[in-house]
């Protein structure tokens, strides 16, 4: 069984709309990471979480430590936020990064 | 911002060959790691490193692949004899303080 899994799997938008990304995971975690790779195959950091929420500018991070969940919402989607959204855990500080599937957003113009 | 940085981007090798891989991490961060992502597959674990020894290692890191940081600067990743199934995306990752990982752009290495 994954220990980190992402739903939906791919995510088609019209510009300006609200996205969510959930994630799910089945292990005890230090810390959650949401990931974006773009085409061009590059992983870029957007957020690491151990509680509670963060924003950053447009995108909003959440997780739910009791409920093993975590969220990353897009307010005003802009088809340049298209990209494979990345859910990752740490068991513990300094461990190696787990990496969840991934969601393939599309944002249309 | 600081990056860590891989080099070449892209290797294309004839299978048997040997590869090295390489990254430059974060200047003063001290935990090494390589990953590889398949094409169309998840990014997959294959050794971290610590106090110029491999901390943890996954049961894809055989014989074939060592690592080093034989300078304190630069950190490698070594195919002794590269297969068909080596192509991969290969990213390196560092971390500091505080645990957040700081990822390469990747090395895209076909095996032909």
């Known amino acids: 069984k994954n220990e980190v899994e992402q739903s939906p799997q791919n995510l088609t938008a019209q510009e300006g709309e609200f996205i969510t990304i959930n994630c799910s995971y089945s292990?005890?975690?230090?810390?959650l990471h949401w990931l974006q790779q773009h085409p061009g195959g590059g992983i870029v950091s957007l957020f690491m979480?151990?509680?509670g929420k963060k924003k950053h500018g447009r995108l909003i991070a959440t997780i739910n430590i009791q409920e093993k969940h975590s969220s990353l919402h897009i307010t005003a989607s802009h088809p340049r936020d298209s990209a494979v959204y990345i859910c990752?855990?740490?068991?513990?500080?300094?461990?190696?990064?787990?990496f969840g599937p991934g969601t393939s957003l599309s944002v249309i113009p | 911002e600081p990056e860590v940085t891989q080099t070449p981007s892209h290797q294309v090798t004839q299978m048997g060959q040997e590869v090295i891989l390489r990254c430059v991490p974060i200047?003063?961060?001290?935990?090494f790691y390589w990953y590889r992502q398949i094409l169309g597959q998840k990014v997959e674990f294959l050794v971290s490193?610590?106090?110029?020894?491999?901390?943890?290692k996954s049961e894809i890191f055989d014989d074939q692949f060592s690592v080093e940081r034989p300078d304190g600067s630069n950190f490698t990743l070594k195919i002794r004899s590269t297969k068909l199934e080596d192509s991969a995306m290969y990213f390196c990752?560092?971390?500091?303080?505080?645990?957040?990982?700081?990822f390469g752009q990747g090395t895209r290495l076909t095996v032909v």
């Open positions: 990752a855990v740490q068991k513990t500080s300094y461990d190696k990064v787990i």
């Open positions: 292990v005890g975690i230090s810390a």
């Open positions: 979480l151990s509680s």
């Open positions: 200047s003063n961060h001290l935990y």
């Open positions: 490193f610590y106090n110029n020894e491999i901390s943890e």
């Open positions: 990752a560092s971390m500091g303080t505080g645990s957040e990982a700081f």
